[in-house]
């Protein structure tokens, strides 16, 4: 049984119920998880996991939350090479640009991104948390 690690970042929650509801789908896909706020997280928890998902909602103007995800995903730039990752994220009323900065950045930085991002707007509904059930699936099988 491999274990996969969640770590995300959420101000208002939606990208944190994003983040559970892939937690369920990597469970249903038999293997273990661990979840975890960036805040509580730290380059051993990459380290340490071949399969990873990250998640942040577009804040700023379209970039990554400045205080604690932007430096975590700098911080980890040497160690995703070769990694299965998925990113998810909520937004409001962009188009998603900060999603494709950040796939293009982690692949930049090796990382073996399982699909494109996942992207929500705003709270996800029951055809947004089944979308992240199935992607966590998807990384948990991949
Ligand atoms: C300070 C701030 C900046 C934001 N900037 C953007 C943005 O540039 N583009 C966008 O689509 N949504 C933007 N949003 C909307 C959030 O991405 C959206 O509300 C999202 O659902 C928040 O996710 P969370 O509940 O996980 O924090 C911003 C929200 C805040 C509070």
């Not at 994003?18 to 979840?35: Q, T």
């Not at 942040?56 to 400045?66: F, I, N």
């Not at 995703?80 to 950040?102: N, P, Q, T």
């Amino acid at each position: 049984m491999k274990t996969v690690m969640v770590i995300y970042w959420s101000g208002s929650g939606n990208t944190k119920t994003m983040a559970e509801a892939i937690c369920k789908g990597i469970e249903d896909a038999g293997e273990k998880v661990i979840l975890k706020d960036v805040g509580s997280a730290s380059i051993e928890d990459i380290n340490s996991y071949s399969h990873i998902a990250l998640g942040c909602p577009s804040m700023g103007a379209e970039v990554l939350e400045e205080v604690e995800m932007e430096p975590f995903i700098d911080s980890i730039q040497d160690l995703v090479k070769g990694k299965k990752i998925l990113l998810f994220g909520s937004y409001g009323w962009g188009a998603g640009e900060w999603m494709r900065d950040w796939e293009e950045r982690m692949r930049n930085y090796g990382a073996d991104l399982i699909a494109d991002g996942l992207i929500i707007n705003e709270t996800p509904d029951q055809s947004g948390l089944d979308e992240c059930t199935e992607f966590g699936k998807q990384l948990a099988n991949s």
